[in-house]
């Protein structure tokens, strides 16, 4: 057999080195071709096997980042899946069964069935690294781990530390690994080899669970743990939007990690959950994801000094997070009294994000206050962050263009004035975009990268290029009122004040909205983004749009009822929550939802439709990210797609007749 992604090598004193580098691939994942080659190579081992195996990878940025996400998008039924896992798992049990020592050498990430085969080894080696390389995220994609994980993790690392890995789908550190069993032993680029020679030659014994965890995992107590488990995972997702997590403990309760039953239950459950339209819709997520990242060509400049003008809590926040991801910033604002609560905030997120001492020190150094704005001569990106006032931020870039030297990009983060307006007057008005970021800043990970239809594309390729070099995610959008979150958030939210209007209580709104999978109902995101932002936005979405405002939220700010921030908006906000009042059932519940949804899908229509976008998976990728709308939909035009585009326009005609002209369907729909 012709190998492409392995290479076998027998050293000296007998041991076997496997060497993975999947051709044609930046990272190493085990597809189908990559599982059979590994078969091919381990099978003659069972029989003549040498002194020990390794398995390490050709590729300097890890491991093996898990399985082949492209072939899940190949399986079209659940007997196909199985036939793929059966396939992975099959090829795992020959290589744990091997009558030699066997070592899985970790330069790197090592996740979901990077980490399964990591597992299936007797004993793992792992370089020293800070950052987080071993996890089992396959919960992410709507599915579980499928080479084995649901056995291996519990019987190495025990119930609870295997579950935190599956549920959460959240990596851990090399060290965390050696804590939990998962890590045999920590070493650095030129001790690897050593090391498993080492283990090889001492054969100690396998890591497993301890005591503790193993107890249990004993048939009688394992009930009691997976109603603890289940109301955990009960209060971040619902079974019907996301199986997968519940399926988890379904199959931990029920075989106990056995490997008799154990790795065909687990075959059979994640072939079902591969073919479930959360699956199938997490995993075009992933891809919108990498298609956003993707966005943009290679930076003529690379951004090193940001200039930040605005030390309100989204210029604080930006500047702050500028700092954490390594830029030397510049903060500016009128008086340093404006300033010192944004550096007070910055010094908690870099407590909160930064565990080394140094590290956080030097975090809190390359962020500097600057009340005269001499930074923005040193800048490589001015981002202003000022209040929403058109001649105040004209009037702010006339100065800043006089000190920034030459070369150097501005940018707004204006949330709703078109930027053909704000960059009147510029000596470079091809070179100003719109760098959009969302509040919180340090959660939210979607940043709207604006332009105008003449917008140089080398200022586009380094505000690209700045978004994903501080960890966050663009989405290009062209210059229109309210962009495409803000536009697609404002009719989501006026039909929860319409709702509230007619008599619908507040919590049986939200939990419309919830049922349906958004992350928190429409009045608590009021509330928590402000009432007076909320009506800032309304009058200028408004004014573009012919809608009308809701008077309720004029009256509220007149009353300082600003929601969160103030303690009392719509609802009463106590230690950062809203306070509801308790569930009861909700009356035609489906119209409800129904209505606060479908303006979202109908404005998304037109935005697509308008240009502001330039495809529809890009729209459904910035709404998800933007919005929080809920990812197991896929987005909103998809949404529209898997619920069917004539069952959407029956209903929104059907609202039309009852509600009015506001739920007319956009022209666009024909394009879909």
């Known amino acids: 057999m012709t190998l492409k992604h392995w290479t076998s090598e027998t050293s000296d004193d007998g041991i076997v080195w496997l060497c993975i580098d999947k051709a044609d691939g930046g990272a190493n994942v085990l597809s189908g071709e990559v599982l059979t080659e590994l078969h091919h190579l381990i099978e003659p081992l069972a029989s003549q096997p040498p002194k020990g195996l390794v398995i390490h990878s050709g590729k300097s940025n890890g491991f093996v980042m898990g399985a082949d996400i492209n072939e899940f998008t190949t399986i079209e039924n659940p007997e196909q899946a199985y036939e793929l896992i059966r396939l992975g798992q099959q090829v795992l049990d020959k290589l744990e069964a091997l009558p030699c020592p066997t070592v899985a050498a970790i330069n790197g990430f090592a996740l979901g069935g990077g980490l399964e085969l990591a597992m299936a080894c007797d004993y793992r080696v792992a370089l020293e690294t800070g950052k987080r390389i071993l996890g089992l995220p396959e919960v992410q994609l709507g599915i579980h781990p499928g080479f084995g994980g649901t056995v291996r993790a519990v019987q190495i690392a025990g119930v609870r530390p295997a579950m935190q890995l599956m549920l959460t789908g959240k990596p851990i550190t090399a060290g965390k690994g050696r804590k939990l069993g998962l890590v045999d032993k920590i070493t650095d680029t030129d001790g690897w080899r050593a090391a498993a020679q080492e283990m090889i030659a001492a054969r100690p014994p396998k890591q497993k669970a301890p005591f503790a965890e193993r107890v249990l995992n004993w048939p009688f107590v394992r009930p009691f743990i997976r109603n603890v488990l289940i109301k955990q995972v009960a209060g971040k997702a619902r079974k019907e939007h996301y199986p997968a997590p519940y399926a988890i403990i379904e199959l931990w309760y029920r075989h106990g990690a056995s490997p008799q039953t154990g790795y065909e239950a687990e075959a059979r459950s994640i072939a079902e959950l591969m073919c479930t339209s959360t699956s199938r819709n997490l995993v075009r997520v992933f891809f919108l994801q990498n298609k956003l990242k993707g966005q943009g060509g290679k930076p003529a400049k690379k951004i090193s000094h940001v200039h930040v003008v605005g030390a309100g809590v989204m210029g604080g926040d930006i500047a702050a997070w500028c700092a954490l991801r390594g830029h030397t910033v510049t903060l500016q604002d009128r008086e340093q009294k404006y300033i010192d609560p944004a550096m007070e905030r910055a010094a908690k997120l870099f407590e909160k994000r930064i565990r080394d001492e140094s590290k956080r020190a030097a975090a809190s150094e390359r962020l500097q206050s600057d009340v005269d704005g001499s930074g923005a001569a040193r800048a490589d990106l001015v981002i202003e962050a000022i209040f929403e006032n058109l001649e105040?931020?004209?009037?702010?870039?006339?100065?800043?263009?006089?000190?920034?030297?030459?070369?150097?990009?501005?940018?707004?983060?204006?949330?709703?004035?078109?930027?053909?307006?704000?960059?009147?007057?510029?000596?470079?008005?091809?070179?100003?975009?719109?760098?959009?970021?969302?509040?919180?800043?340090?959660?939210?990970?979607?940043?709207?990268?604006i332009r105008c239809d003449d917008t140089e594309q080398d200022a586009l390729d380094i505000g690209f290029g700045f978004v994903k070099g501080?960890?966050?995610?663009?989405?290009?959008?062209?210059?229109?009122?309210?962009?495409?979150?803000?536009?697609?958030?404002?009719?989501?939210?006026?039909?929860?004040?319409?709702?509230?209007?007619?008599?619908?209580?507040?919590?049986?709104?939200?939990?419309?909205?919830?049922?349906?999978?958004?992350?928190?109902?429409?009045?608590?995101l009021v509330d928590s983004v402000g009432i007076d932002v909320a009506l800032h936005v309304s009058k200028v979405l408004g004014a573009a749009m012919n809608r009308p405002v809701p008077e309720k939220l004029a009256d509220m700010v007149e009353a300082g009822r600003l929601g969160r921030k103030s303690g009392e908006g719509f609802y009463r906000w106590e230690n950062g929550k809203a306070v509801k009042p308790a569930a009861r059932a909700p009356a035609a519940s489906e119209d409800i939802q129904d209505r606060l949804i479908l303006p979202m899908v109908n404005e998304a229509v037109a935005c697509l439709h308008d240009g502001v976008v330039s495809d529809d998976d890009l729209l459904d990728a910035g709404v998800i990210f933007g919005t929080g709308f809920a990812p197991f939909r896929g987005g909103p035009v998809n949404y529209a797609r898997e619920r069917g585009v004539d069952a959407v326009l029956g209903r929104l005609n059907e609202f039309t007749q009852r509600y009015g002209e506001r739920f007319t369907p956009h022209e666009g729909f024909s394009e879909l």
């Open 392 to 449: 105040a931020k004209q009037a702010l870039y006339r100065s800043l263009q006089e000190k920034m030297p030459a070369g150097a990009l501005l940018a707004t983060n204006t949330s709703s004035i078109r930027l053909e307006d704000l960059r009147e007057g510029l000596d470079a008005p091809q070179r100003f975009i719109g760098l959009h970021f969302f509040n919180p800043v340090a959660q939210l990970p979607l940043v709207e990268v």
């Open 470 to 524: 501080i960890g966050k995610l663009p989405l290009e959008c062209r210059s229109s009122p309210g962009f495409v979150v803000n536009r697609i958030l404002a009719p989501y939210m006026a039909e929860a004040m319409e709702l509230a209007e007619s008599g619908v209580p507040l919590a049986e709104i939200d939990r419309a909205a919830e049922a349906f999978g958004m992350p928190m109902g429409p009045v608590e």
